[in-house]
């Protein structure tokens, strides 16, 4: 690939439709509901709902998907033309996705499609604009980037993130030349990424329709992957940590001189399983309650591999919760996933928020960032906000919120392979192994 690549990041939810568009803002409810009964999908279990409103403009739609209990389950969900996904398992069988759209007509229709059980749907409308007249200014909220170059929204967005904002900004040189498969990056790159920004200073964009977020400065932590050896706050992993397929392994992070490298490889291991990947974490060492995070990753491609950048409450903790920065289930190198997991005391449940990019993001190094603050989380790539999750919304859903216990949640950074059953799916005969992701470094300011 070439080592300097300029690009504008495009975040934005995948198929957008002229009827149902998404937006930004906050505040009445409206709908009634027309539930059409569950259908056979070929071979999949598949549900409808019919929503109509009284009137066009901007709504907050919160549906929640609740398949039987130990029960795991990818639920493909198309909210009238948006795209989006929600997983179920036997602790959380209850999940909740949620978008801002901007309706024009009087009915949207809700469509979740699962493998082998009829999803349950439950969908929440709550009109809290007039109908947009065009794309928004860009907002001045937030911290801008101090590296060179412009921010506009493409189309605001509001707080549950079903939108976001084209970049284009100063970028940097990339990593050396690296591609999916057996020739990992070598992770000797610059201070930016092939579509990046340059490199993260802490700085978060915030585009129009979004709350402001809290301005961290005190740069905490600063751990540069750049030496022989793991910064002493960081060790390797050694089990499974509930995936199906991945037997985590010291063996499989190495150190390049510019970065940590963490493999996926398609080897049995003493445990029995078929994959060996790459875990590193905090655990025991660094513990943190709100601030922002920044990962910077170049993450490889290949159908089953499964990356994650995130951080959990120590062994023990309660309440217990799980904050992922960035999850990537790299069949598809264009979109992310950030998620918030409350894992007790129950009811247990899942807010998956996502962003498609037009970049590839397996083509160079990438910021993947979260603003952790009091009642409210936002993920960004490239210090761009593409979605937020508040307290409130949980609330209003009827869930507890364990984002502010003061028990602090230790970082992870892991590669694994799925399986059939797992979110990711299984690789097949186009994954190549033994492939990496690679880690220049991550932040924290408070």
Excluded: C
């Amino acid at each position: 690939m070439p080592t300097r690549r300029n690009a504008a990041a495009l975040i934005a939810l995948a198929a957008l439709g002229a009827a149902v568009l998404p937006v930004g803002a906050g505040a009445f409810p409206v709908g009634s509901p027309g539930r059409v009964p569950a259908q056979a999908d070929g071979a999949r279990a598949s549900s409808l709902v019919r929503e109509y409103v009284r009137s066009a403009g901007v709504y907050d739609v919160s549906v929640t998907v609740t398949a039987p209990a130990n029960h795991q389950s990818v639920v493909r969900l198309r909210i009238g033309a948006i795209a989006r996904h929600a997983l179920t398992s036997g602790r959380a069988h209850r999940a909740r996705v949620s978008v801002q759209l901007q309706i024009s007509r009087r009915v949207v229709t809700i469509r979740a499609v699962a493998a082998s059980v009829t999803p349950e749907l439950s969908v929440s409308m709550i009109k809290v604009a007039a109908p947009s007249t065009g794309p928004p200014a860009p907002s001045t909220a937030g911290r801008r980037p101090k590296t060179a170059g412009t921010t506009r929204a493409s189309s605001g967005t509001g707080p549950t993130g079903s939108t976001g904002a084209t970049a284009t900004g100063a970028t940097g040189a990339t990593g050396a030349t690296g591609s999916t498969g057996t020739t990992p990056p070598s992770g000797s790159g610059g201070s930016g990424g092939s579509g990046g920004s340059g490199g993260s200073s802490g700085s978060i964009v915030v585009p129009s329709g979004f709350a402001p977020v809290t301005n961290y400065t005190n740069l905490v932590k600063d751990y540069e992957f750049t030496g022989s050896s793991l910064p002493s706050d960081w060790s390797t992993g050694d089990g499974s940590y509930g995936y199906q397929a991945t037997q985590f392994q010291p063996s499989q992070v190495t150190m390049t001189g510019s970065s940590v490298a963490l493999t996926a490889n398609d080897q049995p291991n003493s445990a029995g399983l078929p994959y060996e990947g790459g875990w590193i974490s905090t655990a025991g060492t660094f513990t943190l309650t709100h601030g922002t995070i920044d990962f910077r990753a170049w993450v490889p491609g290949g159908q089953g591999l499964w990356s994650g950048l995130w951080g959990v409450n120590p062994a023990g903790s309660t309440p217990s919760a799980e904050l992922d920065v960035q999850e990537m289930l790299l069949g598809d190198t264009h979109t992310v996933h950030g998620s918030l997991h409350n894992w007790g005391p129950s009811p247990y449940w899942v807010e998956t928020q996502s962003a498609r990019d037009d970049v590839d993001l397996s083509a160079g190094y990438h910021d993947y960032e979260v603003v952790w603050q009091p009642g409210m989380v936002s993920w960004a790539i490239d210090n761009i906000v593409y979605a937020q999750y508040t307290e409130a919304q949980a609330t209003a859903a009827g869930e507890a919120w364990p984002f502010d216990s003061p028990n602090g949640i230790y970082l992870i950074a892991d590669l694994a392979v799925g399986s059939a059953s797992e979110w990711s799916g299984a690789p097949d005969g186009s994954t190549r192994f033994p492939d990496t992701m690679q880690i220049q470094y991550v932040k924290v300011w408070q």
